[in-house]
């Protein structure tokens, strides 16, 4: 924002916010956009300092990227201590699929406390 500029609006002079074109970025992912509803709802005065500065999709974006990094990260370490092999998943396909749903929430749970809701 270069120069600031006022609107009349009664007998009040409100300041005619401008946000500045961003270029076009690839849309939001699921983690981006819970870290953007964690930050409307809790965290307001981050936000809008995010918004205003023209901050915001940028943070979002690189939230969304590194929740998805740590997920592709932490499924397979979750799943080998959980024992859910190769072979398991031959053996006895419903009980592979149960451990790798578990483990995906246990590597969500971990995201969201560590990334998202901080």
């Given at each position: 924002?270069?120069?600031?500029?006022?609107?009349?609006?009664?007998?009040?002079?409100?300041?005619?916010?401008?946000?500045?074109?961003?270029?076009p970025q690839k849309p939001l992912g699921k983690y981006g956009r819970m870290r953007k509803t964690y930050l409307?709802?809790?965290?307001?005065?981050?936000?809008?300092?995010?918004?205003?500065?023209?901050?915001?999709?940028?943070?979002?974006?690189?939230?969304?990227?590194?929740?998805?990094?740590?997920?592709?990260?932490?499924?397979?370490?979750?799943?080998?201590?959980?024992?859910?092999?190769?072979?398991?998943?031959?053996?006895?396909?419903?009980?592979?699929?149960?451990?790798?749903?578990?483990?995906?929430?246990?590597?969500?749970?971990?995201?969201?406390?560590?990334?998202?809701?901080?």
């Amino acid at each position: 924002m270069s120069e600031l500029h006022y609107i009349q609006n009664g007998d009040y002079q409100i300041p005619a916010l401008i946000l500045e074109e961003q270029p076009p970025q690839k849309p939001l992912g699921k983690y981006g956009r819970m870290r953007k509803t964690y930050l409307k709802e809790h965290r307001t005065a981050l936000y809008n300092n995010l918004l205003l500065t023209g901050k915001l999709t940028a943070h979002l974006q690189e939230i969304d990227e590194a929740a998805n990094g740590r997920l592709e990260q932490m499924i397979p370490e979750l799943a080998k201590a959980a024992g859910a092999t190769e072979a398991l998943k031959a053996r006895d396909p419903m009980r592979w699929v149960g451990l790798m749903n578990n483990c995906k929430a246990q590597a969500e749970e971990i995201i969201l406390t560590e990334l998202i809701n901080n």
